[in-house]
């Protein structure tokens, strides 16, 4: 014997092939054997409970293993019948290519479920190309092949299945809202090729370091940037003859103050800190009420950020301007850097863009950002360092 280590490359692996094509070969043979014991019923005459308990006990094998080596030399008893045979062989081309050891026991499964779909005189060319690819591309090559010789066919007249049906449900708890939804394919695939880009981990910053988020939450902030993402959109569905809104209603004392709480359109609730940045966004009006609750001022969509000054915050920060963040202008909000409770107006120069993350970072943070010569200028906390967007 040869030692391996003497071999050149190409030819141990030469070598190593005609060792798992002999392989192959033998468990070929192996398998008829075991179809053979099957059908003779050697379980009962030998006084055992099944063939492969007869093979637990013959070779010592685990019973998952004896059991796999039974289905197997049926499968091949159901799709090749052994040479011989007064039957033909089902898949005769098949057969030929497993007594060569050409074909394992995996491609022979693949060959017979791809066949079911195609005619006899297909078997060539799919049995031609196992020889040469894995069990897993033969079964994408007989689909393929099945559609090319089917598609000018006339649609079968089998009964239609139930259409799909989208199914969502929503449940407030504790203040957050529960969300459970099944939806078709068409649109399972849309709501995933939205969400993925969005629940895609934030590049590592000297700032924010690693993304540490779990996929749960990562995906959930996503799900969170669609929304907002549908609040700027340019047509929205109307609801009572207007366009999507969200109002938030709070005494305006509470809100420059920063105490108490707001009210959402449904009834839920939201505390003062958070309604600073509610009022920066798109699509959300802030009903402020006076001492008795009564309307003082109705902050409409032309008091948040228009299409026009949007456009020129884009070219000008081209993305969230945190520093080291780089999240496209499509995922990001419109900031006020004076805060519109404390008086700051809705300008190009009273704003900056940045993306959901930096921008709850802002508002709950002691982070700060100046205009400073027309470029957004972001201050750290309790640190004299200092970047800007440029």
């Not at 050149?8 to 005609?18: A, I, N």
């Not at 001492?291 to 081209?318: C, E, H, N, Y």
């Amino acid at each position: 014997m040869i030692e391996t280590r003497l071999l050149s490359t190409d030819e141990l692996l030469r070598r190593f092939v005609g060792k798992v094509t002999e392989i192959r070969v033998h468990e070929n043979d192996a398998l008829q054997m075991i179809a053979e014991l099957d059908r003779r019923g050697a379980a009962i005459e030998l006084g055992y409970k099944n063939l492969p308990q007869v093979l637990r006990h013959a070779v010592r094998w685990d019973l998952t293993t004896a059991k796999k080596w039974v289905a197997n030399a049926g499968l091949l008893g159901s799709e090749i019948t052994p040479t011989g045979s007064e039957l033909a062989p089902e898949l005769p081309v098949t057969a030929e290519a497993v007594a060569e050891g050409a074909l394992s026991v995996e491609h022979v499964a693949v060959v017979a479920e791809v066949m079911k779909a195609l005619p006899a005189e297909a078997e060539g060319s799919v049995v031609g190309f196992a020889r040469e690819h894995e069990p897993s591309a033969v079964r994408a090559f007989g689909k393929e092949l099945a559609y090319r010789l089917y598609q000018d066919d006339p649609e079968p007249r089998e009964p239609e299945p139930a259409p799909q049906v989208n199914q969502h449900v929503m449940n407030w708890k504790n203040g957050m809202l529960e969300i459970r939804a099944l939806l078709d394919t068409v649109t399972g695939a849309k709501y995933e090729a939205l969400l993925v880009p969005l629940a895609k981990p934030r590049p590592e910053t000297v700032e924010d370091g690693p993304d540490l988020r779990s996929r749960a939450v990562r995906e959930g902030d996503a799900l969170a940037e669609l929304v907002d993402l549908m609040l700027r959109a340019d047509q929205l569905p109307e609801h009572g003859g207007q366009p999507v809104t969200l109002t938030v209603t709070m005494r305006y004392d509470d809100l420059a103050k920063q105490v108490g709480q707001a009210t959402l359109d449904n009834g839920e609730r939201v505390p003062a800190e958070q309604v600073r940045q509610l009022a920066c966004s798109a699509g959300i009006i802030p009903l402020l009420l006076g001492a008795k609750s009564q309307p003082m001022d109705i902050g409409r969509k032309t008091r948040t950020f228009t299409a026009g000054i949007r456009r020129t915050l884009v070219a000008r920060d081209r993305g969230c301007a945190f520093p080291g963040c780089g999240r496209p202008p499509r995922q990001c909000d419109g900031h006020h850097i004076r805060h519109w409770s404390d008086g700051g107006d809705t300008s190009v120069d009273n704003a900056v863009l940045l993306c959901r993350h930096h921008h709850t970072l802002i508002h709950q943070s002691e982070w700060d950002v100046t205009m400073e010569h027309s470029i957004p200028t972001f201050y750290p906390p309790r640190r004299n360092l200092l970047h800007t967007a440029a």
